[in-house]
């Protein structure tokens, strides 16, 4: 097999190539940035440069020889990425394509909608596929760090909801497997961390981890609409962020699912661990 990754620079498409590599495969990587890519990967993949707005032609020589495809998409328009790459991966004789997407095409809250229109071009394209349903990301408290480090601080308003932040390399693990097999091909698999917790209980673990006593504060829906639009902007990133943090303090995304020991055999890594490799950007 020879695997085409799309979107190889980002959190978890860098960790997808990485294992790739790490099996001994040469992944191909379609990327905008070659500078970039070489800088973390080296001689050991096959660059191919474009860029999926301005050039989707670009997509067809990276596709040349691969059978397999990783594909990571963002924004409020990912669906017309997803279209462009689903097409040309069956005509291109892909044999399966797998989507990085949420778990919350399931409750519609924040970048749900987006991902379920990206799920549907993929199905009507006719490409054998597998969705990775993630949820929310244990990277996304790093956008805390700063609050925490200069004030000691959180401050949200999630209330005492609760959410099954998931590790990266959990992430990157599952899709790795499902991608090296035709086991998946089909399904849409639900992936979580271990337990949900509240981000006053994720407060005191970085705490524990930094040595620090960490204040939770509680704001307004608007203060937080206010503090994301101040560095995403005005716009439907940083709708979908605030979506997102009411549906947690309203207690509609706490699902906690078995599909990473489904897939790969192993519990998922804890929000401590991440914690204590993380101790860097936090204190
Ligand atoms: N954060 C969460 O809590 C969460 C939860 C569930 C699902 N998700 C989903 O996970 C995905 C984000 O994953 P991630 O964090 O790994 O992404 P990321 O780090 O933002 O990486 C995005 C990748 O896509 C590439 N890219 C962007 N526009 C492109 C274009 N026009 N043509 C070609 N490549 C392009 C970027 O390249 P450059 O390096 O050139 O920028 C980068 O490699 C999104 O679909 C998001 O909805 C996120």
Redesign the pocket.
């Known amino acids: 097999m020879k695997y085409l990754i799309?979107?190889?620079?980002?959190?978890?498409?860098t960790r997808v190539t990485q294992r790739l590599i790490a099996r001994g495969e040469r992944p191909s990587i379609?990327?905008?940035?070659a500078k970039?890519a070489k800088a973390l990967f080296g001689a050991q993949v096959d660059i191919h440069v474009?860029?999926?707005?301005?050039a989707p032609s670009s997509l067809a020589t990276a596709l040349n020889g691969a059978n397999g495809v990783f594909l990571?998409?963002?924004g409020p328009d990912?669906d017309t990425?997803d279209h462009t790459v689903a097409f040309a991966a069956k005509s291109a004789g892909i044999r399966h394509l797998v989507k990085?997407?949420?778990?919350?095409v399931h409750t519609g809250v924040g970048?749900g909608p987006?991902?379920a229109r990206g799920e549907a071009a993929v199905r009507e394209s006719g490409v054998a596929f597998t969705f990775i349903q993630?949820?929310?990301?244990m990277?996304?408290a790093l956008g805390w760090s700063d609050s925490i480090r200069e004030e000691s601080v959180l401050r949200t308003f999630t209330g005492n909801g609760k959410i099954a932040f998931i590790h990266p390399d959990d992430i990157a693990d599952v899709t790795t497997a499902v991608l090296t097999t035709p086991d998946y091909d089909g399904q849409s698999l639900v992936i979580t961390g271990p337990e949900a917790l509240s981000y006053g209980e994720m407060a005191a673990t970085l705490g524990r981890a930094i040595g620090k006593s960490i204040r939770f504060e509680e704001i307004s829906d608007r203060q937080a609409h206010a503090g994301v639009v101040a560095w995403a902007g005005r716009g439907p990133y940083a709708d979908a962020l605030v979506d997102i943090w009411r549906a947690v303090r309203e207690g509609r995304l706490a699902t906690v699912s078995d599909g990473v020991m489904q897939v790969i055999g192993r519990k998922p890594i804890s929000f401590g661990r991440w914690a204590e490799e993380n101790v860097g950007a936090f204190s």
């Open positions: 799309v979107g190889a620079t980002g959190n978890i498409g379609f990327v905008r940035n970039k474009g860029d999926l707005d301005k990571v998409s963002d990912l990425r990085l997407s949420t778990l919350d970048t987006w991902h993630a949820a929310g990301f990277l996304n």
